[in-house]
């Protein structure tokens, strides 16, 4: 088999309101621009992939070094097109393009990635994560509306100028859902590089940080997230040390030599790699092993776009140190079959709160017939 044509085309897609993501304040999402990859090969077998990146880059200039070539060897050929130039322009391309090469394996091999690559569950559980921060009682009724769909977990953005405001916050969900959800929390402070509108915003130190685990222990919260900057490793070494609430990190770092600083650290407890930036979905396999031995759990990003879930999904289903899938939503105003609006049929929860594998071949799930 060799891949003959490598597509790439830029999707637009609006959403139904504007949110206010917390990570990027001052910014607004009107909708999203995904880079949408379709590999072709010489035995009629296409494979699909999302990420960002230029489609004239990945047509003009990586995928000439694609064809010809055989897509079973994705790990080679992941690194052929970081290799091709253009810095870390290359690094979305190639994690588009792998996630693409990844459904041609399993579409060929007749197998749903997840049974490909060893599958230790069939389903997995999803939390809700929310976009915006919300005021307590906002957020108390948002956590009921997700019980009632079915979800049993939820995270929540800190990003109040105080400790208490943050607190209350979780303070007004638990007590409204009792101990029938779990309660994960997100501070979004590790988004410098890259963020805009990161650099005027709230920055914790490691006292304020330390300070609201200890508030946060109480609560019975699943994970605190993103408590301080990207690379401050010493201090997310001490804090993972004093609190005793997990600390979980990682979503915006690259390559294999950043986890292993942080796992071999012990900054993290929980490792939150995400495919589409890491470098792709053999970088998160190799990250989750070194994670399981070292005893400490992964729980991927949310994947950028609903293939990217999709990718995740297959991963956290074939390792046993990951139990979460991440949904992206706003209640009231952005579904997750929104985020995931690619999809001809977006994956969503149960109502016992479970996603259930796709057993199609590859990723198992198709995009929809307008884009």
Known sequence: MKITRVEATACRRAYPVEVHPAWSPGNTWNGVVTTIYKVHTDEGVTGIGASGGSPELARDVVAPRLIGRDPFMADYLTRVMRNTGGGFATLPIACGIEMALWDIIGKTAGLPLFRLWGAHRNRVRAYASMVEVGSPDQRAEAALELLDKGYT?????????????????????????????????????AQEPGTPGSEDDLVWGFDRALATCRELAHLDVAWLEEPLGRYAFDNLTRLASLSDV??????????????RWMIDQHCYDIVQPDALVAGGLIVLRKVAGYAEMHHRQIAPHHGGN?????????????????GFIELIQEPGKLDTTDFQGILAQPLVPDPDGYITLPERPGLGVELRDDL
């Open 153 to 189: 977990a939820i995270k929540l953005r800190l990003h109040a100028a105080t400790i208490r405001e943050d607190i209350a916050q979780v303070e007004a969900v638990r007590a409204a859902v009792g101990d029938h959800m779990d309660i994960m929390v997100d501070a979004n402070q």
């Open 306 to 322: 609903g293939l990217g879930v999709a990718a995740h999904l297959h991963l956290i289903a074939s390792i046993p140190n990951a």
């Open 246 to 259: 997990p600390i979980a990190g990682g979503e915006n770092n690259v390559g294999l030599h950043e986890f």
